[in-house]
C-alpha cells in the first residue's frame, strides 16, 4: 500500500487569538502547509511570519465557501486538517465544520464547554470517518512525565497531598472579551483550569468527591478528591489575589505533591509542535481523552458554595 508522504494542508479558525502562534509554528515546524485562515479581526501579520501565500477571510461562510471548493478541486490542494483556535463556546461548531468539509480537526482545549456536546461530536466523526483531537500538551511536559512514571511504576501509591495556586492576572480587556462572558468561556475555572484539571486526572485517577469554596467572576478555589491524590486548588485572574501569595510578582503558577515543588514553567510553550507530531504520526488525544475534564469542570461549575473564610490563603491552609 502506497503511503502519501506529501505535506499536509492545514486551514486555521481563529489566527487572531492568543494561542494562535503556538499553532502556527507547529504547522510550519511539522513540515506542513497553511492554505487558508479565518478570523473576525483583521489584524492577523503573524500569518505572514511562515507563509505569504494564505488565504485570509474575516466571515465564516465565506472561509467555509473555500474550503468546499478546495474539496471539489485538485487532490493536492484538498485540507486535511483545521486547526481550531476560536473562542471557547464555538469550538464545537468549528470541529463539525472542519468534518463536514472532509478534514480531521486539531481543537484547543476546551473541547467543548458542556460534556453532553461530546457525544453529538462523537457521532459525526463515527458519520464522517473524520477524527477531532484536542490540545492536552500537558501529559507531554518531561517533569510531567517522569512524575506519571514514577506513580505508575507503583514505587509510591500512597494517598498525595497537592496544591495548586495558579493566579495569572488579567486587566480590564478580560472581561470585555469573550473570555470574561461566563456562557462563552465556561469562567475561569474552564477557560484558565482545564489543562490543570486535565493533568490532575492524567496523573491520579479519576475525580470524586469535590467542595467548592469560592467562586467569584474572577476566581474559584475548591478541594478535589482524586483516586490517588487529594487536591487543594485555587484559580483566579484577579490581580488583587496576588496581594494573599507571599513573594508572588506578575503571576504565581505553583504546584507542590507531597510538599514538592513541581517546576513545569520550562519547555512548556514548544509542546504545540510535540502535540501536532504526535497526531500527524497516528496518535493524539481525542474525544474520550478529553471527557473526564470536561466532565470534572462541569461538576464543578454546577456545584454548591461551601461557606468558609473568604481569604484564598486560609483555604490553602485548612483541609
Known amino acids: 500500500m ?11 479558525i481563529g489566527v487572531g487569538g492568543y494561542i494562535a502562534p503556538r499553532h502556527l509554528k507547529a504547522i510550519h515546524d511539522t513540515g506542513n502547509c497553511l492554505l487558508a485562515a479565518v478570523d473576525v479581526n ?21 472561509f467555509d465557501r473555500h474550503l468546499e471548493k ?10 486535511d486538517y483545521v486547526s481550531v483556535m476560536s473562542p471557547n463556546y464555538l469550538h ?16 484547543e482545549k476546551p473541547l467543548v464547554i458542556n460534556p453532553w456536546n461530546l457525544d453529538y461530536l462523537a457521532s459525526l466523526e ?11 500538551q500537558l501529559r507531554y511536559h518531561a517533569a510531567l512525565l517522569k512524575i506519571q512514571e514514577e506513580l505508575m511504576s507503583g514505587a509510591n501509591c500512597q494517598q498525595h497531598d497537592v496544591e495548586i495556586t495558579y493566579v495569572t492576572p488579567r ?5 470585555v472579551s469573550w473570555k470574561g462572558n461566563y456562557e462563552k468561556s465556561g469562567g475561569v475555572v474552564v477557560n484558565i483550569g482545564i489543562h490543570l ?5 492524567w496523573l491520579f485517577g479519576p475525580a470524586g468527591d469535590l467542595r467548592i469554596y469560592r467562586s467569584t467572576r474572577g476566581s474559584c478555589s475548591g478541594f478535589t478528591e482524586f483516586e490517588k491524590a487529594r487536591v487543594k486548588w485555587f484559580l483566579s485572574v484577579d490581580h488583587n489575589d496576588l496581594k494573599l501569595i507571599p513573594n508572588a510578582q506578575g503571576a504565581s503558577r505553583s504546584v ?43 461538576r464543578i461549575r454546577n456545584a454548591e458554595i461551601v461557606p468558609v473564610d473568604s481569604m484564598a490563603h486560609r483555604f490553602m491552609k485548612d483541609g
Open 42 to 62: 483583521d489584524s492577523v501579520g503573524i500569518l505572514d511570519r511562515h507563509s505569504f501565500d494564505v488565504e485570509f477571510f474575516t466571515e465564516i461562510e465565506r
Open 171 to 175: 486587566g480590564p480587556w478580560y472581561d
Open 197 to 201: 484539571f486535565d493533568m490532575l486526572e
Open 126 to 136: 463515527e458519520e464522517t470517518g473524520k477524527r477531532i483531537y484536542t490540545v492536552l
Open 70 to 79: 478546495l474539496r471539489f478541486g485538485p487532490e493536492e490542494s484538498k485540507i
Open 92 to 107: 464545537d461548531a468549528h470541529c463539525r465544520l472542519a468534518l463536514r468539509v472532509d478534514a480531521h480537526a486539531i481543537c
Open 256 to 298: 507542590r505533591i507531597d510538599g514538592e515543588e513541581v517546576d513545569f514553567s520550562v519547555g512548556f510553550t514548544d509542546l504545540h509542535t510535540r502535540v501536532y507530531e504526535e497526531i500527524l504520526a497516528g496518535n493524539g488525544f481525542g474525544i474520550e481523552e478529553a471527557r473526564p475534564s470536561i466532565e470534572l469542570t462541569s
Open 2 to 12: 502506497k503511503t502519501d508522504s506529501r505535506p499536509k494542508n492545514f486551514a486555521a
